[in-house]
């Protein structure tokens, strides 16, 4: 479990985070959604530590983490995997040594080992045929794809991902939510998806909290969601003609 | 004020560098890599710009002792002295500034903007050693064997430019570039550019590590890096000569 205690955060007195608070469960997808700008990365990238949060506090199971030093955060670190919003994939490596990185970087797999190991994330985001291409060559959503099997290729306790879908087609959209939700409970891992997509929010969405403007203003299950009654979310969930006149 | 943050920042930066790195294999690798990067990659120029500039200052030294009280031979031995004691340390360093310098900061700020080194940070793997210490290493490694070339290039270079005009003769040349030689010279020019050596890749690696914004900011970090580095290089050039030769 993840924990988030009063998370405050501003840059140059612009506040970004403003006393955010909320369990992030295990063995479920936990989603964080709000509109574009709304702090989403932010408490994302607080919550692994790059960026240091003004006040608050971050517990990941019972060990606090904003307080750690490099070391301390390292142990941590090893069973955290990230999607980056834009991939963040290493350039200078192909696909499989960007897959075999943390196995190179941690384990001491042998080389077949780990062969197998990139091959089996490879293909749980449907990616063949690419091992030895560069990220420059992929298109976006297959960048996205193999970061996704990067994230998972040491079996991470923590599943950090930034818009996971964002500038998928929507089929592959669903097969990534699926993929994400499925290794979650198959691994029984803590998974934190920040997304802006309503589809997400009621294919896999557990639990869902969502921000605005730096401020968490509801949190709940997918099944409640469009029947709760707070404006800000019902104005996010509402703004488009189609989802308003199926509200209707 | 800022300056002094910065040489803070600077040494910080290198206490994280030099900690015992992760896994030994890895940064191996890496080095390697960066010994073809950086190193063998840099062959080219320094061998293009070392022949020329042999021959320039052999041609420039026959024109300036003109005058029957010159021996000939010292034609050899000027262009020797001048190419071992600042032409292939120092004005190579410079160049190597320009092309590895800017090369390191543009690929770590690259890697910086686009979060990269945040990716390589959540794995918990130290960022600024694994990506900085093998740079650090292959050109420290390097740059001396580069140094070495480019003395024999250019000299080589000094005696064919030297027949070809017909300034000197071979025979005066090479006793010119034997006459009062000292071997210290060479010494001498290689712990310059060991020293040059990590403050191009040094100072490079910071300029690009602590980028932030887009990719117009790595274009300023790399050539903030080949600036700063060259001003470092002739000032460390005045104080080595001043400790090694005086
Ligand atoms: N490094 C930074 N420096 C200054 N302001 C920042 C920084 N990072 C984020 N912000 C500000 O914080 C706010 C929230 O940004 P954030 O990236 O968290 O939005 P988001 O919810 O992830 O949006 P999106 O869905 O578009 O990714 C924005 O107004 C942004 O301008
Ligand atoms: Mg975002």
């Given at each position: 479990m993840i924990r988030v205690i009063n998370a405050t955060k501003s840059f140059?007195?612009?506040k970004v985070l403003d006393n955010v608070s909320s369990d992030f469960e295990e063995g479920k997808t936990n989603l964080v959604i709000g509109?574009?700008?709304s702090g989403k990365t932010v408490l994302l990238k607080s919550i692994v530590g790059l960026l240091e949060l003004d006040s608050g506090e971050i517990w990941y199971d019972n060990a606090r983490f904003d307080t750690l030093?490099?070391?301390g955060r390292?142990?941590i670190r090893?069973g955290i995997g990230m999607l980056?919003q834009?991939?963040?994939?290493?350039?200078?490596?192909?696909?499989?040594?960007?897959?075999?990185?943390?196995?190179?970087?941690?384990?001491?797999?042998?080389?077949?080992?780990?062969?197998?190991?990139?091959?089996?994330?490879?293909?749980?985001?449907?990616?063949?045929?690419?091992?030895?291409?560069?990220?420059?060559?992929?298109?976006?959503?297959?960048?996205?794809?193999?970061?996704?099997?990067?994230?998972?290729?040491?079996?991470p306790r923590y599943l950090f991902c930034d818009e996971?879908?964002?500038?998928?087609?929507?089929?592959?959209?669903?097969?990534?939510?699926?993929?994400?939700?499925?290794?979650t409970?198959?691994?029984?891992m803590t998974t934190i998806v920040n997304t802006?997509?309503?589809?997400?929010?009621?294919?896999?969405g557990e639990k869902v909290v969502f921000i605005a403007r730096g401020v968490k203003y509801w949190e709940g299950t997918?099944?409640?969601?469009?029947?709760?009654?707070?404006?800000?979310l019902?104005?996010?969930?509402?703004?488009?003609?189609?989802?308003?006149?199926?509200?209707? | 004020?800022?300056?002094?943050?910065?040489?803070?920042?600077?040494?910080?930066?290198?206490?994280?560098?030099?900690?015992?790195?992760?896994?030994?294999?890895?940064?191996?690798?890496?080095?390697?890599?960066?010994?073809?990067?950086?190193?063998?990659?840099?062959?080219?120029?320094?061998?293009?710009?070392?022949?020329?500039?042999?021959?320039?200052?052999?041609?420039?030294?026959?024109?300036?002792?003109?005058?029957?009280?010159?021996?000939?031979?010292?034609?050899?031995?000027?262009?020797?002295?001048?190419?071992?004691?600042?032409?292939?340390?120092?004005?190579?360093?410079?160049?190597?500034?320009?092309?590895?310098?800017?090369?390191?900061?543009?690929?770590?700020?690259?890697?910086?903007?686009?979060?990269?080194?945040?990716?390589?940070?959540i794995?918990?793997?130290?960022?600024?050693?694994?990506?900085?210490?093998?740079?650090?290493?292959?050109?420290?490694?390097?740059?001396?064997?580069?140094?070495?070339?480019?003395?024999?290039?250019?000299?080589?270079?000094?005696?064919?430019?030297?027949?070809?005009?017909?300034?000197?003769?071979?025979?005066?040349?090479?006793?010119?570039?034997?006459?009062?030689?000292?071997?210290?010279?060479?010494?001498?020019?290689?712990?310059?550019?060991?020293?040059?050596?990590?403050?191009?890749?040094?100072?490079?690696?910071?300029?690009?590590?602590?980028?932030?914004?887009?990719?117009?900011?790595?274009?300023?970090?790399?050539?903030?890096?080949?600036?700063?580095?060259?001003?470092?290089?002739?000032?460390?050039?005045?104080?080595?000569?001043?400790?090694?030769?005086?």
């Amino acid at each position: 479990m993840i924990r988030v205690i009063n998370a405050t955060k501003s840059f140059n007195g612009n506040k970004v985070l403003d006393n955010v608070s909320s369990d992030f469960e295990e063995g479920k997808t936990n989603l964080v959604i709000g509109r574009s700008g709304s702090g989403k990365t932010v408490l994302l990238k607080s919550i692994v530590g790059l960026l240091e949060l003004d006040s608050g506090e971050i517990w990941y199971d019972n060990a606090r983490f904003d307080t750690l030093d490099f070391r301390g955060r390292k142990l941590i670190r090893k069973g955290i995997g990230m999607l980056f919003q834009g991939s963040a994939l290493f350039d200078s490596m192909t696909v499989e040594e960007n897959v075999m990185f943390k196995l190179n970087m941690f384990t001491g797999m042998s080389h077949s080992e780990k062969r197998k190991r990139v091959d089996f994330c490879l293909d749980r985001v449907n990616i063949r045929n690419a091992n030895k291409m560069l990220p420059s060559e992929l298109s976006g959503g297959m960048r996205k794809r193999v970061a996704i099997a990067r994230a998972i290729a040491l079996n991470p306790r923590y599943l950090f991902c930034d818009e996971p879908n964002s500038g998928l087609d929507p089929k592959t959209a669903i097969l990534i939510d699926n993929l994400i939700k499925d290794i979650t409970e198959d691994y029984k891992m803590t998974t934190i998806v920040n997304t802006h997509d309503m589809n997400s929010v009621m294919e896999i969405g557990e639990k869902v909290v969502f921000i605005a403007r730096g401020v968490k203003y509801w949190e709940g299950t997918n099944s409640e969601i469009l029947k709760s009654d707070c404006k800000p979310l019902n104005d996010f969930i509402f703004a488009s003609k189609l989802a308003r006149q199926l509200k209707n | 004020m800022k300056l002094l943050a910065s040489i803070g920042r600077y040494f910080i930066l290198l206490g994280k560098i030099f900690k015992k790195p992760e896994k030994h294999s890895v940064y191996y690798r890496q080095t390697i890599k960066e010994l073809i990067y950086l190193g063998v990659n840099s062959i080219g120029i320094v061998i293009i710009i070392s022949v020329f500039m042999g021959a320039v200052i052999t041609l420039q030294t026959a024109y300036n002792t003109e005058n029957p009280i010159y021996p000939r031979y010292l034609i050899g031995l000027g262009c020797r002295d001048s190419i071992i004691l600042e032409f292939s340390s120092t004005v190579v360093a410079l160049i190597l500034a320009g092309k590895v310098g800017s090369h390191i900061a543009s690929e770590i700020g690259t890697m910086r903007v686009t979060e990269q080194i945040d990716a390589l940070e959540i794995m918990g793997v130290n960022t600024a050693s694994y990506l900085i210490l093998p740079k650090i290493i292959a050109t420290v490694i390097f740059h001396p064997l580069l140094t070495l070339m480019s003395i024999t290039v250019g000299i080589f270079g000094g005696w064919l430019a030297g027949i070809t005009t017909g300034v000197i003769s071979s025979g005066d040349f090479i006793y010119g570039i034997q006459y009062a030689f000292i071997p210290y010279y060479i010494t001498y020019s290689l712990i310059k550019t060991v020293v040059f050596a990590f403050i191009i890749s040094s100072v490079a690696g910071y300029q690009g590590f602590f980028v932030s914004g887009g990719s117009l900011e790595v274009g300023r970090a790399s050539t903030r890096s080949v600036v700063y580095s060259c001003i470092l290089i002739l000032l460390f050039n005045l104080i080595l000569t001043q400790l090694l030769l005086s």
